[in-house]
């Protein structure tokens, strides 16, 4: 049985790991601009490697979870990427920062959610729901951490010496624990005597299946709506006439939401079927949208845009392996939640490009309506993936 201290270690060494990685870059962003003299364009172009290199590094990333080999990887890439962040911190120029950020992208896909989530979801099968959620209420407030820490450190000794403070975190506090927390995971998991998969669906026999496509179009297309949302948030409320304060008041709150929205889900579970948990999810980011439109005659509508998609959002975080692993299948599970996430990141990583392609057609009065469409879409492709799980299973 898989203690849940193991999961709490995991649970701390991810709340570190997103903050060092992920969140950093936008805490960063404009003192980037400042100091190193590279256009937005220039900078944000690095995340977006990052993203795509992490997408294509996550069908390796389950090959090593199917294969035993999860909690290795995750330790590893904890490490690897502290060191890539001291390489970070000496940086002079775009070509470094880019080769820096591409190498941060399969550190990202090595131990953020995806393989976290893939590891218990394949130690703990129908039972890792409850360890998905610890992990995320507690790495829910990663940025609330590395925010107000980036600040601080780059006030007084300068974004060099932050980044290498982070770097010395991930390298002597994240690794130990995803070392220690992924393992427990691990070694329950392949004590249970489970028979490993068969060649033939090692050999991704799941990607024939209509119901993992309709399955990864689904969260594909949720995914660009909310890189959409999130990338182009700030010129969106500023297009509804929000003003900067109440912009960042605004944004800053969507994180919390998003740990609230995952306790209202456990307390919600009870009540309602996961299914229909998971439809909303769609339904309420349609609504926020909705909302965000309406800003321009009501900014109070604000509230409910942050409160909805914040919320939204965060219950995603968790339905998304909870429902791989129902429609699709325990068997060879890393192999394909690790495909799942190679088209989610891929959708996430070209979200805020595509956006812009829609804004200089229509502004932003044409790209909130094709958000909304496109939540619904997302919704249809869930729904007749759950008709046909459903259909086999009968």
């Not at 998971?278 to 439109?293: D, P, R, Y």
Request: glycine letters at 8%; proline letters at 3%; aromatic letters at 12%.
């Amino acid at each position: 049985m898989i203690k849940d201290r193991a999961v709490l270690y995991l649970a701390i060494a991810q709340t570190l790991v997103w903050a060092g990685f992920y969140y950093l870059f936008p805490a960063l962003l404009l003192r980037w601009e400042q100091s190193l003299g590279w256009s937005k364009a220039d900078l944000t172009a690095a995340i977006t490697l990052a993203i795509f290199v992490s997408a294509f590094s996550a069908p390796l990333a389950g090959w090593f979870i199917d294969n035993g080999k999860g909690a290795l990887m995750m330790a590893a890439s904890s490490f690897l990427g502290g060191i890539c962040l001291i390489w970070l911190s000496m940086i002079d120029s775009k070509l470094e920062f880019y080769l820096v950020w591409a190498l941060l992208g399969m550190m990202m896909a090595g131990c953020l959610y995806e393989p976290c989530f893939a590891l218990i979801t394949h130690a703990k099968k129908e039972k890792a729901k409850q360890s998905i959620i610890l992990v995320t209420l507690v790495a829910g407030f990663a940025s609330t951490i590395c925010y107000p820490a980036i600040h601080s450190l780059s006030e007084v000794y300068g974004w060099r010496v932050a980044v290498q403070v982070f770097a010395g975190v991930l390298i002597l506090v994240a690794t130990p624990l995803m070392w220690i927390g992924a393992s427990s995971v691990e070694r329950a998991g392949y004590s249970t005597g489970e028979k490993q998969p068969d060649l033939l669906e090692h050999q991704r026999a799941f990607l024939k299946r209509p119901a993992f496509w309709m399955l990864a179009l689904s969260f594909t297309v949720l995914a660009m709506v909310h890189g959409v949302t999130i990338h182009h948030m700030f010129p969106i409320l500023a297009d509804r006439g929000i003003n900067t304060e109440a912009a960042v008041t605004a944004a800053s709150f969507i994180g919390p939401m998003q740990v609230a929205g995952r306790l209202a889900m456990m307390a919600a579970e009870r009540h309602v079927s996961f299914d229909r948990i998971t439809a909303s999810c769609f339904i309420f980011v349609g609504l926020a949208i909705l909302l965000l439109i309406g800003t321009s005659a009501t900014p109070t509508l604000i509230v409910g845009f942050v409160i909805l998609f914040g919320s939204a959002h965060g219950v995603v975080s968790i339905v998304r392996p909870v429902v791989a692993r129902e429609i699709l299948g325990g068997s060879n599970f890393g192999a394909k939640f690790g495909a799942l996430a190679l088209l989610y990141l891929a959708g996430s990583a070209t979200a805020p490009y595509l956006g812009s392609l829609v804004w200089e057609i229509g502004g932003y009065d044409l790209v909130l309506p094709t958000l909304i469409g496109l939540a619904l879409l997302g919704l249809s492709f869930y729904i007749v993936a759950h008709r046909l799980s459903l259909a086999k299973a009968d």
